[in-house]
């Protein structure tokens, strides 16, 4: 359970209606196979299993109720060596009424009982004819020889080694309805939502039943666990598929199909979801559950390392779905573009002034311009890009500059910097052999300065084309490239840059534009202050000097928006982008980088704390107005030093 992971299980045993000694056998069987071969903590079986849930007026039993709650007794005793919590279906004589219950066990012990409390009565479903509604108040009741036993809605099962696992039930058609008991149990703490269902197979249902875990799992800030009846049920006039589901904070994790394996297994991060709702102001919960009016009982479980399973994303600002990348990225350049257009109407001005470099963030500006331009009905020759050859302007980048402005339609501008560069090496003093910060950031700041007074020239404004990642790294020379009138890029971390610029080659119709955009996308990822090789080749390349870009931004997203410990974000970029993944990065470098990361992050927050204006596109992003605020001499010496023991 380290890290906030828990293994869980939800199961669909092979029931026999109304032989509760062979359910139970089969319940232990699943529950037992759940917790020695997959590691589960926690095990959901499904509604009424240990009596089967198309019993029909066989409930009105005794013979039947009466095995079931020996079933029960039988089924705490055969897992009281399972280090799990295991919730299973049953019925309960509780007062002269019967009730739907999930049992919640946990070494040996009935820890409570959670009756169902919406009783469906419509269409196929005639419940109310065996059962009745669950009360929401807890009180304690003798069941099955075991005494002082909780019985209600209001329950919460919380364990006592890992305190962001707080368990709630709700049982099948609970979820269905306008108000589901989860959301009183989720304002009460519960992380985790269980349900115990009997959900029957009609054509267009397991869509449905889908989108309500997933659709709840995200409005609770939740994991929901559904485990559902399948083989074995009755068929006399329903049948059941076993579509069991696991998912988290809308994120489908794990399920079974229809009528297939009726098993799923997968890990949950609580500790995430706890994080989230911290950060979520308007979540709404109680200070305590007792202030809820709910009765927590805890059980322990062994701690224990967590072996993944579950997909953790090894890029999460890029959808690996084609299709899905295919929306994003034009949901993305439409923020762009909408946004550049609603600032540049507002300023009352037909000029944007974008230096081009032949590098992927400035050719994605480019890019945005001209559609806002078209959004606006402007000329684009309007769009004023300026190309700005310098010590390390290559011959590649320079061309794909000049055709890519050309191609779009905007004037393009062409300014050499070095004599200007030169004479302010000279009024400094500076040896212009000596190929230091200064050499490299007079030549940015003369860009700056260039696109600047053109701007001022045309009445134009000057569009920003540094992204989020280079932001995050404070990869930008200080009021050079770090600033302008608007940023366009600031939200877009460079592996989704490379995204946007092939699918705007893959839709347009010129061949010209997708050629130079395929070149620009071919070409090494650098700012051209160093001086060509020999060969006129780039010289510089950032990825080198920083670390790859695939790294960073897997490093970027763990900590801004999940916030996860620098351990934590170590082992999930082992996972997801260590040795055996097609990434391949090894533990080394995967440490070397992240300590770059946490290095860089924190120095170079003054660069953060003046960002110009520019759109936020994800749901990451660095704006002081916005979503970080942080203070420019904050110490990264608490990150750095839980780095200090890994990789040893």
């Not at 967590?306 to 959808?319: A, G, Q």
């Not at 402007?378 to 300026?386: E, F, H, K, N, T």
């Not at 003046?610 to 660095?622: F, H, R």
């Amino acid at each position: 359970m380290q890290d906030g992971f828990v293994k869980v299980a939800a199961r669909s045993p092979k029931v026999s209606v109304a032989d509760v000694h062979a359910n139970v056998d089969a319940c232990v069987a699943e529950a037992a196979d759940a917790v020695r071969s997959d590691g589960a903590k926690l095990v959901v079986l499904p509604e009424l299993c240990v009596t089967g849930y198309t019993c029909e007026d066989l409930f009105w039993q005794d013979e039947l109720l009466d095995a079931a709650e020996r079933g029960l007794r039988t089924l705490a005793e055969r897992t009281t060596v399972l280090d799990a919590l295991v919730l299973v279906g049953i019925p309960a004589r509780v007062n002269d009424k019967l009730y739907n219950c999930a049992a919640a066990l946990a070494h040996g012990e009935l820890l409570g009982l959670v009756p169902k409390r919406n009783i469906p009565n419509y269409n196929e479903f005639y419940e109310a004819r065996h059962f009745a509604a669950g009360p929401t108040d807890v009180s304690h009741v003798r069941f099955a020889d075991w005494e002082n036993i909780p019985f209600g809605t209001s329950q919460l099962f919380a364990c006592s080694t890992l305190l962001q696992l707080k368990v709630a039930v709700e049982v099948c058609e609970d979820l269905w309805v306008a108000s589901p008991p989860s959301i009183a149990h989720a304002q009460a703490g519960a992380t985790v939502i269980c349900n115990l269902s009997a959900s029957n197979a009609v054509v267009g249902k397991a869509d449905y039943r889908r989108e309500l875990v997933v659709g709840q799992s995200a409005r609770l800030v939740s994991a929901y666990v559904y485990a559902s009846a399948g083989w074995g049920e009755s068929t006399q006039d329903l049948v059941f598929s076993a579509h069991d589901l696991i998912a988290e904070n809308g994120v489908l994790l794990a399920q079974a199909s229809p009528f297939g394996e009726a098993a799923v297994t997968t890990e949950i991060d609580v500790a995430s979801l706890s994080a989230e709702r911290r950060r979520l102001s308007t979540f709404g919960c109680t200070p305590t559950a007792q202030d809820a009016g709910y009765e927590v009982t805890t059980f322990s479980l062994a701690t224990a390392d967590t072996r993944l399973t579950r997909r953790v994303d090894p890029h999460p600002f890029v959808p690996a779905n084609p299709a899905r990348r295919a929306e994003r990225c034009e949901d993305v350049l439409s923020i762009q573009s909408h946004g550049l257009a609603k600032r540049l109407s507002h300023t009352r001005s037909d000029c944007a002034v974008v230096g081009v470099s032949g590098g992927l963030d400035s050719t994605l500006a480019l890019l945005v311009c001209a559609r806002a331009f078209d959004i606006l009905g402007l000329d684009r020759s309007g769009i004023l890009a300026v190309t700005m050859p310098g010590f390390g302007t290559t011959d590649r980048t320079h061309g794909n500059a000049t055709v890519l402005a050309d191609t779009l339609g905007a004037t393009l501008r062409e300014v050499d910097i070095t004599t200007a560069v030169l004479q302010h090496f000279s009024d400094i003093g500076h040896d212009e052999s000596d190929h230091s910060v200064t050499y490299e950031n007079a030549q940015a700041r003369e860009r700056m300065q260039v696109l600047m007074d053109m701007a001022n020239q045309e009445g134009g404004l000057v569009v920003g084309t540094g992204d989020l990642s280079e932001l995050a790294l404070g990869w930008a020379t200080y009021n050079a490239d770090h600033m302008s009138m608007y940023g366009v890029n600031a939200g877009i971390p460079k592996t989704l840059v490379r995204h946007l610029v092939r699918y705007v080659a893959d839709i347009t119709a010129s061949d010209g534009l997708s050629r130079v955009l395929l070149d620009v996308l071919d070409t090494p990822v650098s700012p051209e202050l160093l001086p060509a090789t020999a060969h006129g080749t780039i010289s510089q390349r950032t990825e080198d000097l920083v670390g790859p870009y695939e790294l960073h931004d897997f490093f970027l997203y763990q900590v801004l928006r999940r916030g996860f410990a620098p351990r934590k974000v170590y082992r999930l970029a082992r996972y997801a982008l260590g040795e055996g993944t097609a990434a391949g990065y090894d533990d080394a470098t995967i440490l070397k980088w992240l300590r770059t990361f946490y290095r860089r992050f924190f120095s170079q927050q003054f660069k953060r704390s003046c960002l110009p204006d520019g759109p936020k596109v994800g749901s990451v992003a660095v704006s002081p107005r916005g979503d970080l605020r942080m203070p420019s001499d904050a110490c990264a010496n608490s990150w750095l030093r839980e780095l200090a023991g890994l990789g040893k």
